[in-house]
T-cell receptor
Framework: GESVGLHLPTLSVQEGDNSIINCAYSNSASDYFIWYKQESGKGPQFIIDIRSNMDKRQGQRVTVLLNKTVKHLSLQIAATQPGDSAVYFCAENSQGAQKLVFGQGTRLTINP | DAGVIQSPRHEVTEMGQEVTLRCKPI?????LFWYRQTMMRGLELLIY????????DSGMPEDRFSAKMPNASFSTLKIQPSEPRDSAVYFC?????????FGPGTRLTVL
């Protein structure tokens, strides 16, 4: 039979609105978290990171929030633009480990 | 500064042929990672090196896959013999600390 690919969660937002992409992680020992953006035909691009001793970090138009109590990570994109259309991945690793564990990704689409 | 460089960007080959993918990490980075991305499995870590030494190859699917890093500025991922199920996008990434920076990938198609 035909193979079925991953069914990525999809988030559709209006251009100019704020976007919030969520990610749950499972390893309570994880202490470093990264968000990547992957556009079609390109490699994952680093957006922003956060360590477990913080609960919020801001970049240019992006904010990452970390809730260690419920093991939840979110990426907020302000004033979403067409160029923000991509698949967004969260990734985590634990102190001393170099292996990143990636989430399945969320596809963000921007409606004009 | 140049990012991670991969070549070729696209490779089409026939089943049974040997395929070699190449990667040049960011200068000064001492970790290098090889990933494979497919629709079915998403992004999978195949192997990673530290200071040119393979540290963890548990993600390498089978003996047909091998990776080398002869020096700090070059790594190869070889598939011999290639099979249609190896068709995927292969990414190389490098890091100096925690943050990994990815190359543009090589899209491999095995017919």
């Amino acid at each position: 039979g035909e193979s079925v690919g991953l069914h990525l969660p999809t988030l559709s937002v209006q251009e100019g609105d704020n976007s919030i992409i969520n990610c749950a992680y499972s390893n309570s020992a994880s202490d470093y978290f990264i968000w990547y953006k992957q556009e079609s035909g390109k490699g994952p691009q680093f957006i922003i990171d956060i360590r477990s001793n913080m609960d919020k970090r801001q970049g240019q138009r992006v904010t990452v929030l970390l809730n260690k109590t419920v093991k939840h990570l979110s990426l907020q994109i302000a004033a979403t633009q067409p160029g923000d259309s991509a698949v967004y991945f969260c990734a985590e690793n634990s102190q001393g480990a170099q292996k990143l564990v990636f989430g399945q990704g969320t596809r963000l689409t921007i409606n004009p | 500064d140049a990012g991670v460089i991969q070549s070729p960007r696209h490779e089409v080959t026939e089943m049974g042929q040997e395929v070699t993918l190449r990667c040049k990490p960011i200068s000064g980075h001492d970790y290098l990672f090889w990933y494979r991305q497919t629709m079915m499995r998403g992004l999978e870590l195949l192997i990673y090196f530290n200071n040119n030494v393979p540290i963890d190859d548990s993600g390498m699917p089978e003996d047909r896959f091998s990776a080398k890093m002869p020096n700090a500025s070059f790594s190869t991922l070889k598939i011999q013999p290639s099979e249609p199920r190896d068709s995927a996008v292969y990414f190389c990434a490098s890091s100096a600390h925690d943050t990994q920076y990815f190359g543009p990938g090589t899209r491999l198609t095995v017919l």
